[in-house]
Every structure is written in structure tokens, then in C-alpha cells.
């Protein structure tokens, strides 16, 4: 299918950013919200995304300006979605009212109209339930600030054809994301698989008082974290060579946290109230720390992350036409 109109439902956290980035690849995105006055705050929001892209020298201003004209929003979700070859669905986090949504596009579109889901961790075989043409159906989960985290995982259903998921891989690799194809339906998708995991044991460690919240999270931020962005981890255990990463798996793994259910201390601070940010207490206090000023951070470390890769084009497809010797040299280097 050839794509050139796009519909994106959803006004709050996501649709707004993943509606800039569509935009900003040349195609016509329609911004559908519930009410008038959302509508014209998700605009407003996309805009600004586009503006900071190319303050940081991420976007042309020639690609800042077509995109601005290539988007438009709407109160009326039939007339846009029935106008779009491709609906993303970038709504609350609920199962029902995915479900309802579902049904209701895939009775409104044309059947070779495709769908897909930014859930982030709903089953899209589940989202899809009432739908009859599940075939078409599939997620694609953009990840948070969706106009800065290049990745999206696209989810594959028992129902999703092939044809559907290699469409939007090729669509999302035109708009510059960076897409990975997730073939089972699983919960935590891919990605936040890892991430729970890690979640766990951090969590596991500070209960236990190995370490506090701050070592922990430091121990990620200034070790693991710095070097995540161009040295995956599967790419670490051929690195330092399968056999040491048997040893070391053996020896650790049976020392981890493996219980199928949150850590007790995870449990207890939820128990009294203790939600994190929300409340104004979690693992950290935030009376005392600003957490806007985190998210500054968190996303000005992106910018110069993507700014980086930008100036170093030998990305993985590079590195495997150069020989093993000359990479074990650059290594030890």
C-alpha cells in the first residue's frame, strides 16, 4: 500500500509528538481529538516539537515548514480516518475503549486501510478482538518523547499479516525511526521486557540493602546506561566472547531476583500511598527534587545522543563490512 495520509487519534502525551514526526517525513497527517480546544493544543504542541527538532539541528527549517503546512486537526474522527490509508490509535491506556475504537475503524475504513495501536503494553490480539479484519491490525509503539526515542516496536497479532508489518516498517524507517519487528504478542512487548526486568532487580537490590536508590540508579546511568546507545547487548556477549558470557550467567543468574511478582518493597510504598511524583514521595523524595528539570535532562541527552549518531553514519550496517581484526584493534584502543 502506498501511504500518503496518515490519522492520528489521541491529543495528550503521544499523538502530538508521533503526528509531528509523520509530518515532518512528508506526508498529510490529520490530528484527531475529542473536543475543539484539545485538538488545537495537540497542534500547538506538534508545532513546538517541530521547532525544538530543528533548534538542535535535527530537522531542516525547509522540512519544519512543509510539515507544519502537511498537518491539520479534527474533532471529526470518521471524516479523517476514512480519508487516511494508515490510522494510528494513540489513546488512553485502557483495553475497552481500544477495543471499542478498534471495532468502530475497522467497521468505518476500507478493509485495505491498516491500523495499528501505540499501546505500550496491551495485547494487540486482545485490542483487536472486535474486529473483523484483525489481519491489518498491529502496534506500533513509539517510544517516549516519541519525536526524540527513535524506536518504535512493531507488534505482531496471531491475525497480523506479514504484508501489514512490513508496510509499517517500511513506513516508520521513512519518517527516520527506528523500527524492530516484535513477532510474538507478548506482555511488555520487547523492549519493556528488558526494562522490567531491570526494574526488578534494582528494586530487589535496594530492598535487600545492597545498595541505595541513588547508587543504584548511578551505578546504571554512569556504567551500563552511558554505553547502551551503541553497544547493544547482545553485541557486548560476542564481545567479550560466549564462553565468558556462559560463565558469568551461571554464576550470577542464580543469585537474581526471579519471583513472577514485584518485589514486597515495591508492594508496601504503593500500599501507603507512596505513587512516586504523583504523591511527592516514591523511592525519592520530590519535594526535594524537580522533576521537570529530570525530563530537561533526560531529553537534552537524547538530542545530543541523535546529534552524535547524526555525525557518525558508520552505524551496525558499516561495522559489519569491516573486518574482525580491524574492529578487535579499534577495541583495545
Known amino acids: 500500500m502506498n501511504i500518503k495520509k ?9 499523538g502530538p509528538g508521533i503526528a509531528a514526526v509523520i509530518a515532518l517525513a512528508g ?18 504542541k ?3 516539537l517541530m521547532d ?8 531542516s527549517a525547509t522540512a519544519v515548514a512543509s510539515g507544519k503546512l502537511s498537518l491539520r486537526g479534527t474533532d471529526d474522527l470518521d471524516a479523517a480516518a476514512l480519508d487516511a490509508e494508515l490510522v494510528i490509535e494513540a489513546i488512553f491506556e485502557n483495553l475497552a475503549a481500544k477495543q471499542e475504537m478498534f471495532h468502530r475503524l475497522d467497521l468505518l475504513t476500507p478493509p485495505e486501510t491498516l491500523l495499528a495501536t501505540n499501546t505500550s503494553g496491551l495485547s494487540v490480539t486482545a485490542i483487536s478482538e472486535l474486529a473483523e479484519h484483525r489481519e491489518r491490525i498491529v502496534t506500533t ?17 496471531p491475525y497480523s499479516s506479514e504484508q501489514t508489518a512490513q508496510t509499517l516498517l517500511d513506513f516508520l524507517r521513512t519518517c527516520g525511526k527506528k523500527p524492530v519487528l516484535v513477532r510474538k504478542d507478548l506482555p511488555g512487548q520487547l523492549a519493556n521486557r ?11 537490590l535496594v530492598q535487600d540493602g545492597v545498595a541505595t536508590p541513588e547508587d543504584v ?13 551503541v553497544w547493544g547487548i547482545i553485541e557486548h556477549i ?3 566472547g560466549l564462553d565468558l558470557g556462559l560463565a558469568v550467567q551461571n554464576s550470577v543468574l542464580p543469585a537474581l531476583n526471579n519471583e513472577s511478582h514485584a518485589v514486597q518493597l515495591l508492594a508496601d510504598k504503593v500500599n501507603q500511598g507512596d505513587l512516586g511524583v504523583k504523591s511527592g514521595k516514591g523511592f525519592y523524595d520530590w519535594t526535594k527534587r524537580d522533576i521537570d528539570a529530570l525530563k530537561q535532562l533526560r531529553d537534552e541527552f537524547i538530542i545530543q545522543t541523535l546529534q552524535f549518531k547524526a555525525s557518525h553514519p558508520q552505524n551496525s550496517v558499516d561495522l559489519h563490512r569491516r573486518t574482525s581484526s580491524s574492529l578487535s584493534q579499534e577495541l583495545v584502543e
Do not use: C
Open 217 to 229: 540508579d548511578s551505578a546504571i546511568k554512569n556504567g551500563l546506561g552511558i554505553r547502551l546507545p
Open 46 to 48: 506538534a508545532r513546538a
Open 141 to 157: 509503539h513509539f517510544w517516549m518523547p516519541p519525536h526524540l526515542v527513535p524506536l518504535v516496536e512493531v507488534v505482531m497479532s
Open 194 to 204: 528488558i526494562l522490567q526486568a531491570m526494574i526488578r532487580e534494582a528494586t530487589n
Open 27 to 44: 506526508y498529510e497527517v490529520t490530528l484527531i481529538g475529542e473536543r475543539p480546544d484539545w485538538v488545537d493544543d495537540g497542534l500547538n
Open 6 to 14: 496518515v490519522a492520528v487519534i489521541g491529543t495528550g502525551m503521544m
Open 238 to 240: 560476542d564481545a567479550v
Open 52 to 59: 525544538q527538532l530543528f533548534q538542535h539541528n535535527l530537522v
